[in-house]
Structures are given as C-alpha cells and as structure tokens.
C-alpha cells in the first residue's frame, strides 16, 4: 500500500501480533528484491505497518 525508507503499509491476510519481528522481502519492479528485517508496528483493519530494522534506499522509494 505504502512504502518509505523506514517501513512500509502492506494489505495481507497473514494474521501478525503487534512486536512481532518479520523478514520482509519487497521486490521493486527494477532490479533485485530488498530484503530487510522489520517489526509489526500497528494492525489495522486494512493491513499491517511495519518498522524496517534499518533504513532502505531505492529510487523507488520515498525518503521521508
């Protein structure tokens, strides 16, 4: 749904407590997937936000 360099929103069906720790991988539509560790931040009813470990960067991605 969203991403920045911190974290991203993303719809899933998966069913994550707030505190868990994820392996994301986030495959841009140029060049090799990012993977990167992240936390389930907030569970709202659209989806999950989560808090990347580490910042990322990619053109792709808005650096906020």
Aim: aromatic fraction near 4%; avoid cysteine; glycine fraction near 8%.
């Amino acid at each position: 749904m969203d991403i920045s360099a911190n974290g991203a929103k993303i719809r899933t069906k998966a069913r994550l407590k707030t505190g868990t720790t994820v392996q994301l991988e986030l495959v841009p539509p140029e060049g090799p997937p990012l993977r990167v560790g992240a936390l389930v931040w907030r569970v709202d009813a659209d989806g999950l936000a989560f808090l990347f470990s580490h910042s990322i960067q990619h053109r792709l991605i808005r650096a906020i």
